[in-house]
């Protein structure tokens, strides 16, 4: 039923939106949570005015105060939100003007479509942050792992065969690598973020005397010198959705990243590896069969990559095909977001707990790596220190190592007679190729899993992920 609006925008209407029309395009149930930064964007937008000359500073300073109080009670859990009035913003706004008479003023020059961009790119600021703090803390629980399993080597793996031996420290330093590259990717994505939309107004600016550049450094949008930033084009700043692709892209690459490191877990915590146990905190048991210890965070994690990629999705579909500049579709971006960031943080907290909780097996590892075949590459390189080309040598190995298998012995258990006969290069100390330790050793490039390298990136980390390690 159609009731005569009360909207800010009513002036033109004489009938209000239906009640169906309202529950569907209403943002306030979730975009309430963006109030901070919509209160702070209002405080630098008035204080702009009142440098401009559009409000007197008696009323700038009526506006901050009625500001402020409504954001107390908004934290204290007591300000009613009203379906009817949309949004955030003209929640916010009705309730400042029932207190203030100079809240009528508070709109000049500000439309909500530079405004909620303006929340939104100080919302991203704000929670690139916390995932960088929460991040930093899930390496530190990764590291802690490192430093615990400093002298356990494991078999890497290709095509989930066994390759060739690493130390454990290198398999968790390539995680450490992928999550230390999305932390960058949040600083990124924040550094994006850093532009001040205000004064861009619905589309074309506005032709009142405003100062962007005022209000861009009253709310942080500056440059390491302390320079404002502000958009540069009054229609992209209200059409462009790109820093909620990027945040999204991100969080998405984050679950990728998560996954394939929960994938490892499970792997390991299976009993056909034992190569590790995760805390029973972490774990979950089987309502059917009593001996189940199920790695049900790993899981989650791989699972929730998922529902990463799919906001990532909506994002993208959303904003393809929009003519320019705002359409109200914009309106749903913020939901998939939202949840891209409550989930990775999430994530990076469920990481780190299931790591603090994380035991290595080190019998089992032992046994894994003491796999001689995991130097067959090893012994190819030998015969090319010998002179005998690299294909040739692949070649040969390959037959010591069917030999092996067809006589059902290790391969380092091969009479040295037989192994001479496949290639006569291969001289009496063939088998001191599969001394585990000297063939560690001899991995001494940068980034290679030997003990000077790992000892090396143990350096970098400990520098890099250390206490005061805030980059
Ligand atoms: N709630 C709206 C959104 O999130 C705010 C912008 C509304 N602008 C408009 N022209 N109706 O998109």
């Known amino acids: 039923m159609a009731k005569s609006s009360q909207a800010s925008w009513g002036g033109r209407f004489t009938a209000g939106p239906a009640d169906l029309m309202l529950r569907f395009s209403e943002s306030v149930s979730f975009d309430c949570r963006l109030a901070p930064f919509d209160i702070a964007g209002s405080k630098a937008h008035s204080a702009m005015l009142a440098h401009a000359g559009l409000l007197t500073a008696k009323e700038r300073d009526a506006i901050h105060a009625g500001l402020d109080a409504i954001l107390a009670e908004i934290e204290a859990g007591k300000f009613r939100w009203d379906v009817k009035l949309e949004d955030v913003h003209m929640n916010i706004e009705r309730a400042l003007t029932k207190r203030v008479p100079a809240a009528a003023k508070l709109h ?112 942080g949008f500056v440059d390491a010198k302390g320079r404002p930033q ?16 990027e945040f999204a892209a991100a969080c998405a690459l984050f679950g990728v990243h998560l996954s394939r490191i929960a994938e490892d877990l ?53 904003v393809k095909g929009l003519p320019l500049t705002y359409n109200r579709d914009l309106q ?20 780190a707990g299931t790591l603090a909780g994380l035991t290595v097996n080190r ?25 005998v080309p690299f294909r040739e040598a692949h070649h040969a190995v390959g037959a010591v190592v069917r030999l092996a298998e067809n006589n059902a012995v290790q391969l380092d258990h091969l009479p040295t007679e037989e192994v001479q006969k496949i290639h006569p290069a291969f001289g009496a100390d063939w088998v001191g190729v599969f001394d585990l330790n000297r063939a560690l050793a001899k991995r001494a490039g940068t980034g290679m899993p030997g003990p000077a390298q790992v000892a090396r990136q143990f350096a970098r980390w400990e520098k890099q992920l250390g206490a005061k390690a805030r980059n």
Not at 163 to 190: G, I, K, S
Not at 232 to 243: E, K
């Open 266 to 318: 499970i792997l390991w915590m299976s009993a056909e590896f034992k190569f590790i146990d995760l805390s029973d905190a972490f774990c979950t048991g089987s309502s059917l069969m009593p001996q189940k210890k199920n790695p049900d965070s790993c899981e989650l994690l791989r699972g929730k990559s998922a529902r990463l990629q799919g906001n990532l999705h909506t994002l993208l579909t959303l």
């Open 108 to 219: 000049t020059a500000r439309s909500r479509n530079d405004q909620v961009a303006t929340d939104m790119r100080l919302f991203f600021k704000h929670a690139c942050a916390v995932l960088r703090d929460r991040l930093l803390a899930a390496e530190r629980a990764l590291l802690a792992v490192a430093q615990a399993s400093r002298d356990v080597l494991i078999p890497g793996y290709t095509h989930l065969q066994r390759a060739q031996p690493v130390q454990f420290a290198h398999h968790l330093f390539a995680w450490l690598e992928m999550l230390d590259r999305d932390r960058a990717r949040f600083a990124e994505v924040a550094a994006h973020a850093n532009w001040c939309p205000l004064g861009a107004g619905a589309i074309a600016g506005t032709t009142l005397p405003i100062d962007r550049e005022f209000t861009a450094k009253a709310l």
């Open 363 to 387: 019998d089992r590892c032992a046994a894994a790596v003491a796999d001689p075949a995991l130097l067959a590459t090893d012994l190819a390189d030998y015969l090319v220190l010998k002179g």
């Open 230 to 245: 502000v958009t540069q084009n009054s229609m992209d700043t209200v059409a462009d959705r790109d820093l909620f692709i």
């Open 332 to 351: 749903e971006d913020k939901p998939p977001v939202f949840d891209s960031f409550d989930q990775s943080v999430l994530c990076a907290d469920v990481l």
